[in-house]
Each structure stands twice: as structure tokens, then as C-alpha cells.
T-cell receptor
Framework: QKEVEQDPGPLSVPEGAIVSLNCTYS??????FMWYRQYSRKGPELLMY??SSGNKEDGRFTAQVDKSSKYISLFIRDSQPSDSATYLC??????????WGAGTKLIIKP | DSGVTQTPKHLITATGQRVTLRCSPR?????VYWYQQSLDQGLQFLIQ???????AKGNILERFSAQQFPDLHSELNLSSLELGDSALYFC?????????????FGPGTRLTVT
């Protein structure tokens, strides 16, 4: 079993919809939780990070962490075709290493 | 632009050959990470260097090796190449301490082994 599980998708939604992307993890020692966005054949870029349980908002993006359930989410409001990309979750372990999810491919249909 | 540079952008070579990929981290970043991403696969962590020293190893094959030089640029050497080594190879860099979770990725080197 992988330490971080993420549905590879693809997830296809109409423009303007609210998107929910999720990851589950098994290691309770994970601390920082990150979401990266990767456009096709480009390097991933950091979108958001959170440290504790709760919500963190940045524009149309909201990151949510539930440590008790070992579950993190990224919500995208008013989704745009430019949001079409692969979204990777990553978590930092006690050795300061990032453990990555497989990535979810998101398609926003105009 | 992340500030991380990688060369070359594309590389086509034959099985059995050896190649070197180069990475220059963001100014001030001491850590360099190497990742492999095969078609439709997630990121596979290969190795990390911090200020010239190996810090962590992931799923790196014995045919692969890396180093970080005094000017902090890094090279990833891939030898006895096989068809299955065809992939995107990313370099990332980060600062020290808690900033280590915030990795900045380069544009990648696309390696094709024929």
C-alpha cells in the first residue's frame, strides 16, 4: 500500500463548477501538506501548502486538511479551462522528504 | 519562471549509452532534488543533495548517479541506458529548514532512449 493515495482520474467537469481533489495518507507523522499543479510536460509548481488541520484559502483555491481522518482536499471554485492540469498532492515526512501522490488529471470543459 | 534551469531540454540516445543531465538551482537554494516521471506516471524521487552532500536517496537505480558541485549546480548521470529509462527528468531546488517543503521545479529534460 502506498503512503499517499490519489485517484489519477481523469476528472472532467464543466467550466464554472466547483472541483474537489483529494488525497489520503497512512503516515500520521506527515506534517506539511502541499498541492502542486503540473501542466502537460512542464515542471510542477507549488499551489498551496498547509501545516495544521483546517482550511486555507487563496483566491479560488481552498486547501483542507483533516489529520484525524488522514485526508486532504483541494477545492477549486469557479473552475476555468486554464485550470486543466494534473494536480499532485505531496506531504513532508519526519525526515523532511516529500512523499508524492500519483496526481489527478483535471479537465475543465468550456 | 521558477529560477531553476535544466539542460538539455531534449535528449535522444541509444540503449547502452551514457548521458549527463545538468541542473542549476534557484539563487540561494542549497538543496537539489532529482525526479523521474515516466509517461502518465507520478513523480518518482531519485536523490537529494544539500550543499554538496547527498542527503536522501529514493528509487534511484545503481546505473544512475548524481553529484552537486561547489557552485551548487548538480548533474545526474545515467549509464547503460535502457528503453525503460525514457522519461522526463526534473530537478527541483529548495531553501533550508521549513522551506524545504517548498520545492521549485525546473522545466525538465525529456530523455528518449531508442
Amino acid at each position: 500500500q502506498k503512503e499517499v493515495e490519489q485517484d489519477p482520474g481523469p476528472l472532467s467537469v464543466p467550466e464554472g463548477a466547483i472541483v474537489s481533489l483529494n488525497c489520503t495518507y497512512s503516515n500520521s507523522a506527515f506534517q506539511y501538506f502541499m498541492w502542486y499543479r503540473q501542466y502537460s510536460r512542464k515542471g510542477p509548481e507549488l499551489l498551496m501548502y498547509t501545516y495544521s488541520s483546517g482550511n486555507k484559502e487563496d483566491g479560488r483555491f481552498t486547501a483542507q486538511v483533516d489529520k484525524s481522518s488522514k485526508y486532504i482536499s483541494l477545492f477549486i471554485r469557479d473552475s476555468q479551462p486554464s485550470d486543466s492540469a494534473t494536480y499532485l498532492c505531496a506531504m513532508r515526512n519526519s525526515n523532511y522528504q516529500l512523499i508524492w501522490g500519483a496526481g489527478t488529471k483535471l479537465i475543465i470543459k468550456p | 519562471d521558477s529560477g531553476v534551469t535544466q539542460t538539455p531540454k531534449h535528449l535522444i540516445t541509444a540503449t547502452g549509452q551514457r548521458v549527463t543531465l545538468r541542473c542549476s538551482p534557484r539563487s540561494g537554494d542549497l538543496s537539489v532534488y532529482w525526479y523521474q516521471q515516466s509517461l502518465d506516471q507520478g513523480l518518482q524521487f531519485l536523490i537529494q543533495y544539500y550543499n554538496g552532500e547527498e542527503r536522501a536517496k529514493g528509487n534511484i537505480l545503481e546505473r544512475f548517479s548524481a553529484q552537486q558541485f561547489p557552485d551548487l549546480h548538480s548533474e545526474l548521470n545515467l549509464s547503460s541506458l535502457e528503453l525503460g529509462d525514457s522519461a522526463l527528468y526534473f530537478c527541483a531546488s529548495s531553501g533550508a529548514g521549513t522551506a524545504a517543503y517548498e520545492q521549485y521545479f525546473g522545466p525538465g529534460t525529456r530523455l528518449t532512449v531508442t
